[in-house]
C-alpha cells in the first residue's frame, strides 16, 4: 500500500498530479490536512486500466483552518477486467470557516471493467462552500455505432471516445508532461 499525506499551512498551495497507467500499486490511500488559514489543494488523479488491472484509491482531504480551499479531481477508463474501487472523503471541522472543498470523480468502463467511487462530506462547520459529484458509467453505443459507419474500427472508436475524454483533463498537467501522457494513453489502450 502506498501512502501520500501532505500538511498545508497558511496560505500554501499543493497541486498533487497522480498518474496511474496499469500501475503496480494496488493500493493508494492519499491524507491532505489543510491546516493553515488559507492554504489551498489541487488533485488531479488520472487512471488508465487494461487487462486485469486493480486498483483501490481514497482520498481524505481535511480543513482545519479558515478559508482553505480543495479540489479533488478524477477521470479513469477501465477495460476488460480491470477495476477501480473509490472513495473520496472531504472533512470540514469546527472552525473552518469560509472552507470550499469539493470531490469529483467521472469513470468510463468498457468490455467487463468494474468502477466503484462513492465520495463523502463531513462537514462540522457552517459558513462554508461543499460538494461532491461522481459518475461511473458505459460508453454510449450509439456514438461508437456512429462512428463505425464512418469507416472507423471498434477499436479506433473506443480509442476516439477515451482521447476526447482524457483531452481537458490532461490539461491541468504540466506542459512538459502533456505529450508524454499522451503517449502513454494511446501505448496502453
Not at 43 to 55: D, E, R, Y
Not at 96 to 115: E, V
Request: charged share 25%.
Amino acid at each position: 500500500m502506498k501512502i501520500i499525506e501532505r500538511i498545508i499551512k497558511d496560505n500554501q498551495k499543493c497541486t498533487l498530479p497522480f498518474i496511474w497507467i496499469n500501475g503496480e500499486e494496488k493500493e493508494v490511500n492519499v491524507k491532505i490536512r489543510l491546516v493553515g488559514k488559507g492554504a489551498s489543494f489541487h488533485m488531479v488523479g488520472l487512471f488508465l486500466g487494461t487487462g486485469s488491472s486493480k486498483i483501490v484509491f481514497n482520498t481524505d482531504v481535511t480543513h482545519e483552518g479558515e478559508n482553505t480551499k480543495s479540489m479533488t479531481t478524477i477521470r479513469g477508463v477501465f477495460k476488460n477486467n480491470s477495476s477501480i474501487d473509490n472513495d473520496g472523503m472531504v472533512r470540514i471541522q469546527n472552525g473552518a470557516r469560509g472552507s470550499d472543498g469539493f470531490f469529483s470523480s467521472k469513470i468510463i468502463l468498457f468490455d467487463d471493467a468494474k468502477g466503484r467511487s462513492v465520495p463523502s462530506l463531513e462537514i462540522d462547520e457552517n459558513d462554508l462552500k461543499a460538494g461532491h459529484a461522481s459518475t461511473i458509467g458505459r460508453p454510449n453505443e450509439d456514438q461508437i455505432f456512429y462512428m463505425r459507419s464512418r469507416g472507423l474500427t471498434e477499436k479506433q472508436a473506443e480509442e476516439l471516445i477515451i482521447s476526447g475524454f482524457f483531452m481537458p483533463f490532461i490539461s491541468y498537467f504540466p506542459k512538459s508532461e502533456q505529450n508524454i501522457l499522451q503517449k502513454k494513453i494511446r501505448k496502453n489502450l
